[in-house]
């Protein structure tokens, strides 16, 4: 049995994903997973030996500087007005929430570098 090149439109019996073999919902679900675990690789590599050689101010203030830039939720009120579907109670909880987050961050942070007591009570 000899073998012809394919005709046009057939396949070699290798299959040629469509459209509809990944979904926006799976995509999503996979882009979160490996990056969760690319996180965690990073983490137990890199992070937490660096952050066991560290007093412990030292190594809580570069964790708590990630959440103080949770300001940038206030990005909602453009988006909003440019046409992002959000309800106003829902842009309010999202602001309220990351801003006060954030406040609480840099509280924490000049906290632990002046070496207060109650540091340890703002994380």
Do not use: E
Not at 1 to 20: K, L, Y
Not at 26 to 50: D, E, G, K, Q, R
Not at 86 to 107: E, F, P
């Amino acid at each position: 049995m000899s073998r012809s090149a394919p005709r046009c439109g057939r396949s070699t019996g290798n299959r040629v994903p469509s459209r509809s073999d990944l979904t926006l919902t799976s995509a999503a679900t996979l882009a979160n997973v490996l990056n969760f675990v690319i996180f965690i690789m990073i983490a137990t590599w890199y992070v937490s030996p660096w952050l066991a050689a560290r007093s412990r101010a030292d190594a809580l203030a570069p964790l708590l500087w990630v959440q103080a830039f949770r300001h940038v939720a206030l990005q909602i009120f453009s988006a909003q007005k440019f046409g992002f579907a959000v309800s106003d109670g829902s842009k309010d909880q999202i602001v309220t929430g990351d801003v006060i987050g954030m406040l609480l961050a840099l509280a924490a942070i000049f906290a632990l570098r002046c070496r207060w007591r109650a540091a340890p009570f703002l994380i």
